[in-house]
């Protein structure tokens, strides 16, 4: 049994749903005698070392045109990986560069794709994959088939504390993508201090009842004391009061903290799509009504313009004496 990893680089390293992926994939083969495979590709590979112990192999693909990412360069080029190594189960984290890359490879390689997945475990020689079904009020547990199966897992899915292998071997293979039909110009990568909202154990999100965006910097504060993100609904974003870079839900970020802290957020199923699996969630809105209530474990009726200052305060105060 062999389970392979698209790595993503992040900030000369690699983003944490990779090593959780890899962390997850060294779980199952543990005992089965298989192998973990990371494959990272063009610069990416650079910071390959950091994968010691977190895989086998590690595979670092070369080649022109892979560096800066670019779609149709990667498809090639994995999807030659790929071919090359022949496994049965291949792991990606969720986000916007899988969304691009793992339909076009699974139609380049006639494999089966998984997407928004949350759960891995293995039955026998297949794979048992579960994931969210309807709007996330049920869950579905997929067998992987015969086939080459491509599947994309929800950021902190998995713990990244697996055992590390004894021994990691590092190879490089060649290939030869076409050029991209896109040409990237220009780089701006946004200034932040913040953990990515994707990757932070701690969310803290805010809806139109917020009333207006002055008032977004509540959520930021208490997500600075959280030590978290923020997160916004549709309605703040096309009111033109945030980037649809922290929007959650369906046509937004798909996120699964630890905590999630929601205010003035109505609770619409396009929202709850990208946050259901979230695994504490404090819900404040003014209507005892509201739908977000059904997915929160601990709800507090009130205005969110009061609540979320007193919550930060408390915070900040119980910091103070720890
Ligand atoms: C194809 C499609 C995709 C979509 N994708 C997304 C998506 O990715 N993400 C997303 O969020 N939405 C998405 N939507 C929109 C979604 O259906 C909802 O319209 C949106 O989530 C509503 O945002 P909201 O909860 O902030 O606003 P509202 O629905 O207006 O809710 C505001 C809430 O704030 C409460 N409130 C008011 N004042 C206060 C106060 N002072 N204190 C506390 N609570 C207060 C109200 O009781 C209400 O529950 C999508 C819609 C479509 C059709």
Request: charged fraction near 20%; include cysteine.
């Amino acid at each position: 049994m062999s389970i392979w990893v698209i790595c993503e680089g992040q900030e000369g390293g690699y983003r944490a749903s990779t090593l959780e992926l890899l962390s997850q994939a060294r779980r199952l083969v543990g005992g089965a005698g298989g192998q973990v495979v990371a494959v990272a590709v063009g610069d990416e590979a650079a910071a390959a070392q950091a994968l010691r112990g977190a895989a086998h192999r590690v595979v670092a693909v070369q080649g022109p045109n892979l560096s800066p990412y670019a779609a149709d360069p990667w498809v090639g080029a994995v999807a030659g990986v790929l071919s090359a190594g022949a496994p049965r189960l291949v792991l990606f984290a969720e986000g916007t560069r899988t969304r691009e890359l793992l339909p076009r490879l699974a139609v380049r390689l006639g494999a089966s794709a998984l997407t928004n997945a949350l759960g891995l475990e293995a039955d026998g020689e297949a794979f048992l994959l579960t994931r969210p079904a309807f709007g996330g009020k049920a869950y579905a547990t997929v067998r992987s088939g015969d086939r080459l199966c491509l599947a994309a897992f929800r950021p902190n899915s998995f713990d990244a504390g697996a055992e590390p292998v004894a021994e990691t071997q590092f190879e490089t293979h060649q290939a030869s993508p076409d050029p991209s039909r896109v040409e990237v110009l220009e780089k701006r990568p946004r200034a932040s201090a913040r953990v990515p909202l994707t990757e932070a154990q701690r969310v803290v999100a805010g809806g139109r009842g917020l009333r207006a965006p002055e008032n977004l910097k509540i959520l930021e504060e208490l997500a600075d004391v959280l030590g978290g993100a923020v997160g916004v609904s549709r309605a703040i974003v096309d009111a033109g009061w945030a980037d649809h870079a922290i929007q959650v839900g369906k046509s937004g970020k798909t996120i699964s903290p630890a905590l999630y802290v929601v205010a003035g957020v109505s609770g619409a199923v396009h929202h709850t799509m990208g946050m259901d699996t979230a695994k504490v969630v404090v819900a404040v809105n003014a209507d005892p009504k509201a739908p977000i209530f059904q997915y929160a474990d601990y709800g507090i009726v009130g205005d969110a313009l009061q609540v979320l200052p007193a919550l930060t305060a408390e915070l900040r105060a119980v910091k103070r004496e720890a």
